[in-house]
């Protein structure tokens, strides 16, 4: 028989486990998230770095430094194996004080410390030669090459394509409501659409692991949420080619200056923490975006006037008690493992906790996994016009011509590029039809107009493919429904 | 009563003051037209709106064809007339300029095809 | 020149890019001129934004007649038909190449497949796209309900859906006043029009609506938080100075919709992307009299060349752009002796066209920076006077120099608003 997983949570860490266990023949894998889709929590809102491994003293955060630089060289296949989309563009670490130096030193020892390969200081001439756009003040850096970005929503899409593909059961809009512990042992998970049986449940809720680990009775941790805002600039604002953090000081990481993946300049994060309560407070502030702004400033003084901005958006990182990851099987409760605290560097981590996860399911519950005969370890990424050449176009417009129809007019995704996203969701189990959904998988409503003219196009395709009337398809989830009702709606004295 | 506009009828925009008593125009000021005074007058004893709207239509090219009044109608109708659009429902073809329903002798045209 | 990938080739005089008014009137007086002419729009329909704007109130110089959008929209695209004019919907240009001055490529993919099309000159009228709430600070949470005007009235007035049913408006110009009257008529209430200047942005007629509907309106107000789950529930009003800086004064107004209505930007990336100057002033690119571009043989119309209040003058732009590509294509280029710059002056923000030849009258459009009343337009170069009762920001003044008095002048003249 079987040995029956459940993961909660469908975020980056999640699906990492969610693919890592589907090679065994052994398991029946089941993955719930109570989001509509994968990856809304943590994960969709972040710097969307894969770090180097040099920041995590591991003295202080020992989980942190093993997991950071282990995940980071697993990332270099995993985005091949998946065609995640990603650049490996190294990162500078930059001082504009003699006394950074100091600090600089201290990072380049701790990352020979945890195995980062390829680091060096530069002087100001190297540095310069790389980023021309840098603040006069720069004086050098710390170059570390193995630093990379990746779309983390997308990274998320694939590992759980992949995973289903393998034959992972996922359970979304399933938000769990209990953990049914007997003897001491885990029996399963309660949730609003009914009991899911499991010998084993994996704690991966993000910013709500220490309510879903309370519910199996372990309260030893808190998870409290830390705030970043971010700016997102017009595509043709002139951006670094690497990711650049200023020294950092013992109070923060300071506010990195990106060209993101899809070439867009971002700044930010700033860190405010929120009381416990306020997980779902992801609104942007006034004072948070000047501290972003001004921060990011100090690195690259030419920012464009604000109306280049397109997007302002915030995350939520989860904090933990004690600041380390908490990844282990909780001895109290047999079959319950933590994977809680899943804070920055846990994008880069992802994989190396999945592989931990998969250790300790060997390691501490003695249940010896066997690898299946015919594990696919590979994903195709989803088709985008924007990325195709000419002749390749043409052939699949013959194939399809809705691939010829440009949807999205800033970003070009073609209508095919949309109807394959609706499958995709489909086949992840997507109930509610979200524009979201389809913006993450296609890269539509993301550009110059923020979808003024290519979202209610979606809507209609959504709405087809799903077969749900145009106003009940959603933004982002329930409670996000597009319209009211249908244009008379009120007049007749209804509504949605 | 003392009514105040805005003059629409050209750019200038005068403000215009209409002075009225028992449903009698006692007095315009601040034109500097007679069609400013006309409309003003015309403003405050019966001010009318051609209204535009859309209605559902089945089996176009897009789910809705959009109408306007042949004429204008009286303001204090139009919570009237939107619900009776509220009620209407098209099937294609339907043409530009077709008169698709009348509504207490007023025309309701098509201005979108379908 | 690269290698051209394996895609249809096609071939033309002149490609129109953009199918709404003046796109469509630049490739009806194209074909009426003889030229061999494609027009391209990415829509399934054409007319551009003209379908989705139900009210009356154009054409009334184009046609003699008041007509809704679609309507406006259906008379030129009959036209278009009558005459036989080629044209592609669902066709989005990717690319514009520039070889040579009577050389361009441009490709565009459509449902049939991926072309290029060689061209001797282009009319780029491609129209523009609405400043979002992100784009005028708007912070908060990012939920539903919040809808640049354009965006609601696709959904309401193309798709039949009704985007909310307590509405708050951002901006007080005539496409926000419109979008209010829409909502109020299907039956939502609208809360209130913020807006930011301290006077209303719009047409006096379109003004009117906020009384028809006991709309309010705050003046030199701005929106500055949307807050909500899932949806709009609040949005923060705050009280600017005449500095528009914000004062202390705020309060909140209970919504599930926001709509912004704060201004166009003219559509003109691929125009940058080849070199294409830009006027910042107007956000489109820098013209001369023929509204040919810095690019030889790529000529600009309608909202693209600079935001226009009425179609009728945009339809106008189309068709002089038609007939400077018959001059360039006939020519071999646009030639002039001498091109006078024109200057803004006084209280002018925008004005458009920028370089004069004198070779034929012109019409000028132009903006000014803030109302004032009793003024003289002035140009001093060419001693041209002109009485106008009021100006205001919100209405483009247009205006005709014949040939002989740009003559006049030697190398540029300025354009001044000043209190008569």
């Not at chain 1, 995590?56 to 942190?64: F, I």
Request: hydrophobic share 40%.
């Amino acid at each position: 028989m079987k040995t029956r997983v459940a993961i909660i949570g469908a975020g980056i860490s999640g699906a990492s486990i969610a693919r890592v266990l589907s090679k065994y023949e052994n398991l029946e894998v089941h993955l719930i998230e109570k989001a509509p889709d994968v990856g809304w929590g943590v994960s969709k809102a972040n710097t969307a770095l894969i770090h180097g491994g040099y920041d995590d003293d591991p003295e202080k955060y020992p989980m942190r430094a093993k997991l950071c630089i282990r995940g980071n060289r697993l990332w270099h296949q995993w985005v091949k194996e998946l065609q995640i989309p990603h650049v490996w563009n190294g990162a500078l670490i930059v001082a504009t004080k003699e006394e950074d130096f100091d600090e600089l030193e201290k990072l380049l020892e701790r990352g020979h410390k945890n195995g980062v390969p390829e680091m060096r200081i530069i002087d100001r001439d190297e540095l310069f030669h790389l980023e021309p756009g840098l603040t006069r003040e720069a004086i050098g850096a710390l170059w570390v090459p193995i630093v990379g970005q990746i779309g983390p929503i997308p990274a998320v899409i694939a590992l759980v394509e992949n995973a289903v593909a393998n034959g992972v059961k996922t359970h979304l809009e399933t938000e769990v409501r209990g953990i049914k512990v007997e003897n001491g042992e885990v029996r399963g998970v309660e949730t609003n659409n009914g009991f899911i049986e499991a010998d084993i449940v994996i704690n991966a809720a993000g910013l709500y692991a220490d309510e879903v680990a309370r519910m199996a009775g372990i309260d030893y941790f808190e998870i409290h949420p830390r705030k970043g805002e971010y700016y997102l600039f017009d595509d043709d604002v002139p951006g670094p080619g690497r990711v650049l953090f200023p020294t950092p000081t013992p109070i923060s990481k300071g506010i990195v200056v990106t060209t993101e993946i899809s070439g867009h300049l971002m700044i930010g994060p700033n860190a405010q923490d929120l009381p416990p309560e306020e997980k779902d407070n992801l609104a942007t502030t006034e004072e948070g975006l000047r501290e972003v702004w001004e921060g990011a400033k100090k690195l690259w003084p030419n920012l464009p006037p604000k109306s280049r901005v397109i997007r302002t958006f915030a995350g939520l990182r989860p904090e933990p008690t004690g600041g380390d990851f908490i990844i282990k099987a909780e001895e109290e409760v047999w079959g319950f493992i933590n994977v809680a605290g899943i804070r920055s560097p846990g994008l880069t981590s992802a994989p190396a906790i999945a592989y931990e996860v998969a250790e300790i399911i060997q390691r501490d519950l003695g249940i010896n996994l066997v690898e299946k005969e015919k594990w696919n370890p590979y994903r195709k990424e989803i088709t985008h016009f924007f990325m195709l050449p000419p002749e390749k176009a043409n052939e699949l417009i013959k194939k399809n011509p809705a691939y010829g129809k440009i949807v999205c007019r800033c970003n070009h995704v073609s209508e095919g590029d949309i109807l394959e996203a609706i499958e995709r969701m489909k086949f992840i189990g997507v109930k509610t039809p979200s524009v979201d959904s389809v913006k993450f998988r296609t890269k539509s409503t993301t550009g110059t107009c923020q979808g003024s003219f290519c979202r209610p196009k979606i809507v209609q395709l959504l709405a087809k493919e799903y077969g749900v009337e145009p106003w009940e398809v959603t933004l982002k989830g329930k409670g996000s429904e597009i319209g009211i009702g249908d244009v008379k709606a009120l007049l007749r004295g209804e509504e949605a | 009563m003392i009514y105040r506009f805005t003059c629409i009828v050209c750019p200038l925009g005068c403000s215009i003051e209409v002075e009225m008593e028992n449903g009698e125009v006692l007095g315009v000021t601040g034109h500097t037209c007679p069609r400013g005074m006309e409309w003003a007058i015309e403003e405050v004893t019966n001010p009318r709106r051609v209204v535009m709207s859309v209605v559902p239509v089945e089996g176009g090219a897009l789910p809705t064809v959009s109408v306007k009044t042949a004429e204008p109608v009286p303001k204090e109708k139009i919570p009237e007339l939107m619900k009776f659009l509220a009620k209407l429902k098209l099937k294609a073809p339907v043409n530009v300029g077709q008169v698709v329903a009348e509504w207490e002798g007023i025309k309701i045209v098509a201005t979108r095809g379908a | 020149m690269e290698p051209m990938p394996q895609i249809s080739m096609l071939s033309y005089d002149v490609v129109v890019i953009g199918g709404g008014p003046a796109g469509m009137a630049a490739a009806v007086k194209a074909k009426e001129l003889g030229l061999n002419v494609l027009l391209l729009d990415e829509n399934d329909y054409l007319g551009g934004i003209l379908p989705q704007c139900i009210h009356p109130g154009f054409g009334l110089h184009y046609f003699k007649e008041e007509l809704t959008g679609p309507e406006f929209a259906s008379r030129l695209a009959k036209r278009l038909v009558e005459l036989g004019v080629e044209y592609r919907t669902a066709a989005r240009v990717l690319e514009i190449k520039n070889y040579s001055d009577l050389e361009k490529v441009v490709i565009f993919t459509s449902p049939a497949g991926v072309y290029q099309v060689w061209t001797k000159a282009i009319i780029y009228a491609a129209g523009a796209r609405e400043r979002h709430a992100f784009e005028i600070g708007i912070v908060g949470d990012r939920v539903a309900g919040i809808y640049t005007a354009g965006e609601a009235q696709t959904l309401m007035d193309i798709y039949g859906i009704l985007p909310g049913k307590e509405v708050v408006i951002v901006g007080s110009g005539d496409v926000g006043l419109i979008m209010a009257r829409r909502f109020a008529l299907e039956g939502a209430k609208v809360k209130a029009v913020i807006e930011l200047m301290p006077y209303p942005g719009g047409l006096a007629r379109n003004v009117m609506i906020l009384r028809d509907f006991n709309i309010p309106l705050y003046l030199s107000h701005k929106v500055v938080e949307v807050r909500g789950r899932g949806r709009v529930q609040r949005v923060k009003v705050v009280r600017v100075d005449e500095n528009l800086n914000e004062t202390g004064e705020e309060f909140w107004i209970e919504a599930d919709t926001l709509v912004i209505s704060a201004g166009l930007i003219p559509s003109v990336k691929k125009l940058k992307k080849i070199g294409v100057e830009i006027d910042p002033a107007t956000g489109g690119p820098v013209v001369n009299d023929r509204l040919e571009t810095s690019v030889p043989g790529i000529f600009v119309a309608g909202n693209s060349l600079l935001i226009n209040d009425l179609v009728d003058y945009v339809a106008e732009q189309g068709e002089l752009a038609a007939e400077s590509a018959k001059e360039f294509i006939e020519k071999g280029g646009i030639e002039s002796r001498k091109w006078v710059k024109v200057r803004k002056g006084q209280n002018v923000r925008l004005i458009a066209p920028h370089y004069l030849s004198g070779d034929r009258d012109v019409y000028l459009y132009l903006r000014v920076a803030r109302p004032m009343e009793n003024v003289e337009l002035r140009i001093p170069e060419i001693g041209k006077k002109l009485r106008l009762p009021v100006v205001k920001p919100a209405e483009m003044i247009r205006l005709k120099l014949r040939a002989e008095e740009i003559q006049k002048a030697s190398e540029k003249l300025t354009v001044e608003v000043v209190r008569a």
